[in-house]
Each structure stands twice: as C-alpha cells, then as structure tokens.
Nanobody, 123 residues
Framework: QVRLVESGGGSVQSGGSLRLSCAAS????????MGWFRQAPGKEREGVAA???????TYADSVKGRFTISQDNAKNTVYLQMNGLKPEDTAMYYC?????????????????WGQGTQVTVSS
C-alpha cells in the first residue's frame, strides 16, 4: 500500500509562486510514475505534471514553462514548483502514484491518491 500526503497549498495573488510537496510512504517498485492533478469546482480532474522513476517528465500544455515537477528519491518526495500563477490555476491539487502506463496524465493510470491541498490564486 502506498500512502501520499500533500502539503504546500495556500492563497496567492496572480503572478505569485507556490511549491507543493507530496510525501510518499510504502513500496512501489519497477517503472512507476508520480503525478500532480487538479480539480476545480464543477470541472473534471485534469493532469498537470508527472515524473516517472527514470526522471522523465510530462506537462499539460496549460502549465508548460510555469510549473516544474521534481522528485527527491532520498526523501520519497515529489514537488511541484508553480510560478506565474493565474486565477485559472485555482483548484484542489492532488498527488497520485501508479505503475507507469501509456497515458502519463490520465487519472485512470494512477492507483494511489492523496487527500489534496487547496491552491487559490486571486487576481
């Protein structure tokens, strides 16, 4: 069983920055992928960024150039550095983990989910 705990959310003004952290516990061997997703009220959950066990990263077009995903294997932690935040980035952000599949940012590819952390960006 893999347990994921997110932290780092908060409220910022447009153009500001936040860094989300996801601490993972439990064993996940083989080729795995960690991802960040977000869900705004009334909208479907969407993939934001993902990193696999080889360090390969994937980003949604809406965050390319603004968000950076990274991982610290020694700490079993994945980070999402968010710069240039916009009001449309406002959402609950979730960390997820699963065996690496074909679709890097598809929620169905992930088996384990955290409880989420709220990000609110004001204009």
């Amino acid at each position: 069983q893999v347990r994921l705990v997110e932290s780092g959310g908060g409220s910022v003004q447009s153009g500001g920055s936040l860094r989300l952290s996801c601490a993972a516990s439990g064993y996940m061997g083989g080729h795995y992928r960690m991802g960040w997703f977000r869900q705004a009220p009334g909208k479907e959950r969407e993939g934001v960024a993902a990193v696999d066990s080889y360090g390969s990263t994937t980003y949604a077009d809406s965050v390319k150039g603004r968000f950076t995903i990274s991982q610290d294997n020694a700490k079993n932690t994945v980070y999402l550095q968010m710069n240039g935040l916009k009001p449309e980035d406002t959402a609950m952000y979730y960390c997820a983990a699963g065996r690496a599949g074909y679709y890097h940012l598809a929620p169905d590819e992930y088996d384990y989910w955290g409880q989420g952390t709220q990000v609110t960006v004001s204009s």
